[in-house]
């Protein structure tokens, strides 16, 4: 057989051979699960008794508060709930933490997993306490550095320490430990498709009432019908009206009765689906603070469960879009183009000198 027939032979193969193990489904066992001890034996049953989360940093201390047996609340935003899942997630992660590898118990060496001393400036390390309604603790644990790992189907972990030792340890499990209350706390408010909106009236202080209402065409976008004569608006500013409770989101919260600033005015917008929607909103300084709430059936009542009681700071761009001006939905016209000024590359000509007379002819 000649050389190059074997040679193709051997190709085939091969590509018969890789194609019959990418068919062939994984069926591979999992890796086994850890037989390391756990963190903390029988905490499960103890987590009935817990009250109250803390996880202290050196710039701050973060504090998650048992109002309810399946509600959990900040108090650093005025007692808002927070994400259930969140705490679920986090004291799961703790009954199932495992200390797999002890590693260094010098003090000194304890920076370099993150696990030195929470409250030493510049620190990266976190104290986690789990306390009772008394105040006790539950669980106490310093958490420093996540260890990465890239292969697949290997569990996460983490650099821990007690907080009354300096043994550290690398433990398998996941911590979703966050010092930031944002990251706790839904800020979702509503995301209602701008179609769905079929007027607006805006109540504005110190302004006549704006009213502005969808036609009866299928394809019809709000236009202002009151007042009767307007001039010419923009599209694109009355389609923010329309997507105002499109993707609405907070940036911080308190509770309704301490809402700051200055009343600015409200708006009742009427929806499909027998739903109809308020907005009272106030102003401090730049600062933008609104109350929401909600009529008409479930939906509504799903509505003012999340929002009832409570005053959402608002992105300053959402003024314009629930409680616009007729100015604001002006439409602006185009500022002329500027005069063409020579720049300092291309100097201006020079002015050319007179030139001199002809010489005068010789005398013959």
Same mark, same amino acid.
Not at 120 to 135: C, F, I, M, Q, W
Not at 326 to 354: H, I, K, N, Y
């Given at each position: 057989?000649?050389?190059?027939?074997?040679?193709?032979?051997?190709?085939?193969?091969?590509?018969?051979?890789?194609?019959?193990?990418?068919?062939?489904?994984?069926?591979?066992?999992?890796?086994?699960?850890?037989?390391?001890?756990?963190?903390?034996?029988?905490?499960?049953?103890?987590?009935?008794?817990?009250?109250?989360?803390?996880?202290?940093?050196?710039?701050?201390?973060?504090?998650?508060?048992?109002?309810?047996?399946?509600?959990?609340?900040?108090?650093?935003?005025?007692?808002?709930?927070?994400?259930?899942?969140?705490?679920?997630?986090?004291?799961?992660?703790?009954?199932?933490?495992?200390?797999?590898?002890?590693?260094?118990?010098?003090?000194?060496?304890?920076?370099?997993?993150?696990?030195?001393?929470?409250?030493?400036?510049?620190?990266?390390?976190?104290?986690?306490?789990?306390?009772?309604?008394?105040?006790?603790?539950?669980?106490?644990?310093?958490?420093?550095?996540?260890?990465?790992?890239?292969?697949?189907?290997?569990?996460?972990?983490?650099?821990?320490?007690?907080?009354?030792?300096?043994?550290?340890?690398?433990?398998?499990?996941?911590?979703?430990?966050?010092?930031?209350? &944002?990251?706790?706390?839904?800020?979702?408010?509503?995301?209602?498709?701008?179609?769905?909106?079929?007027?607006?009236?805006?109540?504005?202080?110190?302004?006549?009432?704006?009213?502005?209402?969808?036609?009866?065409?299928?394809?019809?976008?709000?236009?202002?019908?009151?007042?009767?004569?307007?001039?010419?608006?923009?599209?694109?500013?009355?389609?923010?009206?329309?997507?105002?409770?499109?993707?609405?989101?907070?940036?911080?919260?308190?509770?309704?009765?301490?809402?700051?600033?200055?009343?600015?005015?409200?708006?009742?917008?009427?929806?499909?689906?027998?739903?109809?929607?308020?907005?009272?909103?106030?102003?401090?300084?730049?600062?933008?603070?609104?109350?929401?709430?909600?009529?008409?059936?479930?939906?509504?009542?799903?509505? &003012?469960?999340?929002?009832?009681?409570?005053?959402?700071?608002?992105?300053?761009?959402?003024?314009?879009?629930?409680?616009?001006?007729?100015?604001?939905?002006?439409?602006?016209?185009?500022?002329?183009?500027?005069?063409?000024?020579?720049?300092?590359?291309?100097?201006?000509?020079?002015?050319?000198?007179?030139?001199?007379?002809?010489?005068?002819?010789?005398?013959?």
């Amino acid at each position: 057989m000649k050389r190059r027939a074997i040679i193709g032979l051997g190709v085939a193969a091969a590509a018969a051979v890789g194609g019959a193990i990418l068919l062939t489904p994984d069926r591979a066992a999992p890796p086994p699960p850890s037989a390391s001890a756990l963190a903390f034996p029988g905490l499960a049953a103890r987590l009935a008794e817990a009250a109250t989360i803390e996880v202290k940093r050196h710039d701050g201390t973060l504090l998650v508060r048992r109002a309810a047996p399946d509600t959990w609340v900040l108090p650093a935003k005025a007692g808002y709930p927070v994400r259930p899942e969140r705490v679920r997630e986090l004291l799961v992660g703790l009954t199932e933490l495992r200390l797999t590898e002890p590693r260094t118990a010098n003090p000194e060496m304890l920076d370099r997993l993150g696990l030195d001393d929470p409250e030493k400036p510049g620190a990266t390390s976190s104290l986690l306490r789990v306390l009772d309604a008394e105040g006790r603790p539950v669980m106490a644990l310093v958490v420093g550095r996540r260890r990465v790992r890239v292969q697949g189907n290997v569990p996460e972990s983490v650099y821990v320490r007690r907080p009354d030792e300096t043994q550290a340890w690398l433990a398998e499990g996941r911590l979703p430990l966050d010092a930031d209350p &944002n990251l706790w706390i839904d800020r979702d408010l509503a995301n209602i498709p701008r179609d769905r909106v079929r007027s607006a009236t805006v109540d504005r202080v110190g302004e006549p009432p704006l009213v502005l209402r969808r036609g009866p065409e299928l394809e019809a976008k709000l236009a202002v019908v009151q007042p009767a004569a307007t001039p010419e608006l923009d599209e694109i500013s009355l389609d923010e009206v329309a997507r105002a409770f499109e993707f609405l989101t907070f940036l911080d919260v308190r509770t309704a009765a301490e809402i700051p600033g200055e009343r600015l005015g409200s708006a009742r917008f009427e929806l499909t689906d027998n739903l109809i929607l308020r907005v009272i909103l106030h102003k401090e300084g730049e600062t933008l603070w609104g109350m929401l709430a909600a009529e008409g059936d479930e939906e509504a009542a799903r509505l &003012n469960a999340r929002w009832q009681g409570w005053a959402y700071q608002l992105g300053q761009w959402k003024e314009k879009a629930f409680l616009p001006r007729l100015s604001d939905l002006r439409r602006q016209e185009a500022a002329p183009p500027a005069p063409e000024t020579p720049g300092p590359e291309t100097p201006a000509p020079e002015a050319s000198a007179p030139e001199a007379p002809a010489p005068a002819p010789a005398p013959q």
